[in-house]
């Protein structure tokens, strides 16, 4: 063999296997939960002041979150949020459709919202943001725990009818939110445009991260 004919094998070698070194990098980050996405794009992140946010590049940010109109209302609980999930723990039925018997459904909305710190304010758009909740702003139970108007209004709005042939009890339920005053933690580029010098906007340009303390707000 050449060595120019063993140079291009070995360069092609090389290749083939920096590119199965990329998959698995990426099949690795995908595999992870949400929370250790979440958390290590928090820690990577710098913490800069809302007020001092770099008009090019990522950062992260801390403070509270403010409810911008129409806030959401979880399903189950009423909580006023900004974004909240829901799971669903079906029990084995011959009246669920879909092949849902036995099987998790889960549900979500999100709003954008505010955040503030000593600095200035910043929009979280919440479109494309991955978020990560602390067990502190969830809830779980049985719909036996909820109100029967709430779970006739889930059923309703989620199209699970036949909720109301099941009992309650044997549904298990997982419910977190992101309510008004959590303290939250934001990674992620300034969008374009700021309305002023005070006021960013993240989520504009590619996902966001959003992190929920896990401390209630006071």
């Not at 140079?7 to 595999?31: H, K, N, P, Y």
């Not at 909305?109 to 710190?117: G, H, I, S, V, W």
Request: one cysteine or more; glycine letters at 8%.
């Amino acid at each position: 063999m050449s060595a120019g004919g063993y140079s291009r094998a070995s360069w092609a070698m090389l290749g083939l296997l920096g590119a199965a070194v990329i998959v698995t990098l990426l099949l690795s980050w995908q595999i992870r939960s949400r929370a250790e996405q979440v958390a290590d794009a928090l820690e990577a992140a710098p913490l800069v002041a809302i007020a001092s946010f770099p008009a090019t590049g990522y950062a992260r940010i801390e403070g509270r979150a403010r409810l911008l109109e129409p806030a959401l209302v979880a399903p189950l609980s009423g909580r006023r949020c900004a974004y909240y999930e829901l799971d669903l723990e079906l029990p084995e039925s011959d009246d669920a459709p879909g092949g849902d018997a036995g099987r998790r459904r889960r549900m979500s909305q999100r709003r954008d919202f505010e955040l503030t710190d000593a600095t200035g304010k910043a929009v979280v758009r919440m479109h494309s943001a991955v978020v990560a909740i602390g067990d502190a702003h969830c809830r779980r139970g049985s719909l036996a725990d909820v109100p029967a108007n709430r779970r006739a209004a889930l059923a309703v709005e989620e199209d699970l009818a036949y909720l109301d042939s099941i009992d309650p009890a044997a549904v298990r339920f997982r419910e977190c939110a992101l309510p008004a005053d959590a303290q939250v933690a934001v990674a992620g580029v300034a969008g374009a445009g700021r309305a002023s010098p005070s006021r960013l906007v993240l989520g504009v340009h590619g996902p966001s991260y959003v992190g929920v303390s896990a401390s209630r707000s006071q």
